[in-house]
Structure formats: C-alpha cells, structure tokens
C-alpha cells in the first residue's frame, strides 16, 4: 500500500452573529479542511463527477466509491427531488394564472351593461 502525507489545512466561513452587540454582524469561523487532488486518483478509478462515500468513526476516515447499486439509489434520489421541485415551481405558476385570470376577468364588463347600437341617439352638434 502506497501513503502520502497530506497537512490538515483551514477554511473559513462566515456567520452571521445576532447574538453580538452589532446586530447582524459577521464573523469568522475556521474549519479544518484536507484537500486531496492528484493523477493518482485517477489512476485509482476516482474520476472527475464522481461521487464518493466518506465513512469516518474513532479510527479514522474511509472513503470509497459508490457500488453500483449506491449510484443508482442517488440518482433516484436527485430525480425525485428534482420533480418535486418541478411541481412546486408548477404549482406557484399555476396559482399566479388563476389569480391572474380572476383579476383580468372583473375589468371586463358583460356585454348586457351596453346600451344596444339602435338604442343610441347621436346628439346634434
């Protein structure tokens, strides 16, 4: 088994403090963070797009690829949340047309509330 050695590095994050004395202040927050990037990885089968699963307990952290039948669950997953937004976003323009529509159909008036065309009497000039 081949090793490398790798540093923990930081990442910053900002929050937003509501506790402070300055309402709504930001502040800092540090991370740790461990980047790993190489060829290597690649030539180990993770490539680009890949997902990835990241197990981690007292001994360490583990990380591995998806099985097949994990990717194919995450797909489902990612599909059926993404029609469920749809029909949200459907649902909200659905609602805006009908309100729409309810606005638009009290500016009209009937046809009854004219006088008829015989009934009307040019006025002399």
């Known amino acids: 088994m081949k090793s490398k ?3 923990v590095l ?3 994050r900002t929050r937003r403090d509501f506790h402070s004395i300055y309402a709504g202040a930001m502040r800092y ?3 740790p963070k461990i980047s790993i990037e190489g060829k290597w990885l690649e030539a180990l089968g993770y490539h680009i797009g890949d997902h990835i699963k990241v197990e981690y307990d007292e001994q360490g ?3 591995r690829p998806l099985t097949a039948m994990e990717q194919k669950s995450l797909e489902q997953t990612q599909a059926t949340k993404k029609l469920e937004n749809k029909i949200v976003e459907l649902t909200k323009a659905k609602t805006m ?3 729409e ?3 638009l159909s009290m500016v ?3 046809k009854a509330d004219y006088p008829a065309t015989s009934e009307i009497q040019p006025s002399s000039i």
């Open 108 to 110: 009209a008036e009937r």
């Open 101 to 103: 529509t309810a606005a």
């Open 5 to 7: 050695i790798i540093k």
């Open 29 to 31: 927050i540090w991370t």
């Open 97 to 99: 047309i009908e309100a």
């Open 10 to 12: 930081y990442s910053s």
């Open 61 to 63: 952290i583990h990380i």
